[in-house]
């Protein structure tokens, strides 16, 4: 599902920023017109460092060689920068939302020994619009179409416990929305689908009493849910229908939200819709 391709990173590696050797500060990528650079800032450690290679780990093992620096390099701070071929590197920045990617650093001294480093990086949204702008990009999931209709992203939330997309009607407004299709995974390993049913159902009804919940089924491990209420403090009348089950990254909670009551038969479709999904996303 192209939704959630670059939203969760390989959860066994663990970073390892610093030995005797080098101490890896940061690594970031900037854009210019047509051009994309990565940088490197460490310290360096060890007065025989002879060279210097970068990598990008992928999911399929086959790791990029992002850059390499073949020259001696001398104790103290360092600023390296390297240009990135744009065809090779492109699509991860036409993908809406934030991007993770490992980063595998290889040391060798003047003895040939070799050791390694390695660490995660986050280029956010915010960052990659402007790349897509730099580069004459367009975006890859900003649109998505649903139900006959054209739906934006947006709203875009990655954090290691959860992430969450959200999509409105193209021609809406993120503060007059009428109708929310929400994506949202909660990463964690030991938790089932029962047991965040039971949180949401009993911390919905504590923020409203009026509420009118209904569990539609439980089956096949996904459970199919469903609430309205007439008005909730300074909330309008609203209503949701949800499908909660465990995927590849967690659990998950696909939902459609409306302001104001959904009808018996707009209440079918949309359970039968979400059933379908990722599948029925393009």
């Not at 060798?108 to 960052?127: A, F, R, W, Y």
């Not at 959200?166 to 109708?179: M, V």
């Not at 539609?216 to 909660?244: A, D, F, M, R």
């Not at 967690?250 to 949309?270: F, L, S």
């Amino acid at each position: 599902m192209f939704l959630f391709g670059s939203c969760f990173p390989d959860m066994v590696r663990k970073k390892r920023t610093e030995n005797e050797w080098f101490k890896l500060e940061k690594v970031y990528y900037k854009t210019e017109p047509r051009k994309i650079e990565i940088f490197l800032k460490g310290t360096v450690k060890n007065p025989s460092l002879a060279s210097l290679e970068a990598f990008e780990l992928n999911e399929n093992s086959s790791d990029t060689l992002l850059f390499q620096h073949e020259k001696p390099l001398t104790v103290g701070s360092v600023l390296l920068r390297f240009n990135v071929e744009v065809p090779e590197n492109k699509d991860w920045i036409r993908k809406v939302g934030t991007t993770r990617k490992w980063i595998a650093i290889v040391l060798k001294n003047d003895n040939g020994q070799i050791t390694h480093l390695q660490t995660e990086i986050s280029i956010h949204e915010s960052d990659k619009k402007q790349f897509r702008k730099d580069l004459s990009l367009e975006a890859e999931g900003e649109f998505i179409r649903l139900d006959g209709r054209e739906w934006k992203l947006v709203s875009d939330v990655d954090r290691m416990d959860q992430a969450l997309l959200q999509y409105i009607p193209k021609q809406e407004s993120l503060l007059f929305w009428s109708e929310m299709l929400s994506i949202h995974i909660y990463k964690v390993r030991v938790s089932s689908p029962t047991e965040i049913y039971s949180l949401l159902e009993s911390g919905k009804k504590k923020e409203c009493p009026n509420i009118l919940w209904s569990l539609e089924s439980e089956k096949s491990g996904k459970i199919s849910y469903s609430w309205e209420h007439s008005g909730c403090g300074k909330q309008p009348t609203s209503s949701q229908v949800s499908k909660l089950y465990r995927g590849e990254f967690g659990i998950y909670n696909i939902r459609y939200d409306k302001r104001g009551k959904i009808g018996p038969e707009d209440k079918t479709h949309w359970s039968e819709l979400l059933d379908r999904l990722p599948s029925k996303l393009d």
